[in-house]
Each structure stands twice: as C-alpha cells, then as structure tokens.
C-alpha cells in the first residue's frame, strides 16, 4: 500500500501563487507516476498534471505555463507550485500515484485550494 498526504492548499486572491506538497510513504516500489488531479464542486474530477520518475512532465492545457510540477524522489515528495491562479483554478486537489506493474492507482484525502477573485 501507499500513504499519500497533501500539505499546502488555502485561500489565495486571484494572481496569487501556492505550493502544494504531496508525501507519499509505504511500499514505493515501481511507483513511477505521481502527480495531481482536482475536483471543483458539482464537477467531475479532472487531471491537472504528472511527473514520472524520470522526470518526464505532462499537464492539462488549463494549467499550462502557470503549474509547475516538481519531485523529490528521495522524499517521494512531490510538488505543485500554481502561479497566476484565477477563480476556476478553485477545487479540491488531490495527490495521486501510480503503480505500473499492477496497474493500480493511489489517492491522497484531498487538500483545498479556494482562489478569489
């Protein structure tokens, strides 16, 4: 199994920027996605953005050239550092992992992140 704890969210107005942190623990063995996701509300969960163990990045166009992913493999910590955020960037967003050998998929609680206009 693996723990997935995000640290970070908040209240920020609109133009403002937050880091969110994401520390996974357990067996870590051929995890090798960890990223975000988001849920705003009466919405269907979306993928924000995924970092692979080799680095490699993908994000959703929303979030193109204002998130930032970033990872500690070490820490088995990742990062979401969000710039320029506007109202619609509100929801809850949750850490996520991937396990490819057994094509199972791991998910964090959730943390917060309200941006006002």
């Known amino acids: 199994q693996v723990q997935l704890v995000e640290s970070g969210g908040g209240l920020v107005q609109a133009g403002g920027s937050l880091r969110l942190s994401c520390a996974a623990s357990?067996?870590?063995?051929?995890?090798?996605?960890m990223g975000w996701y988001r849920q705003a509300p009466g919405k269907q969960r979306e993928f924000v953005g995924t970092?692979?163990?080799?680095?490699?990045?993908d994000y959703a166009d929303s979030v193109k050239g204002r998130f930032t992913l970033s990872r500690d493999n070490a820490k088995n910590t990742v990062y979401l550092q969000m710039s320029s955020l506007i109202p619609e960037d509100t929801a809850v967003y949750y850490c996520?992992?991937?396990?490819?050998?057994?094509?199972?998929?791991?998910w964090g609680q959730g943390t917060q992140v309200t941006v006002s206009s």
């Open positions: 996520y992992a991937w396990r490819y050998t057994i094509s199972k998929d791991y």
């Open positions: 357990g067996n870590m063995f051929s995890i090798n996605v």
């Open positions: 970092m692979t163990t080799a680095g490699t990045t």
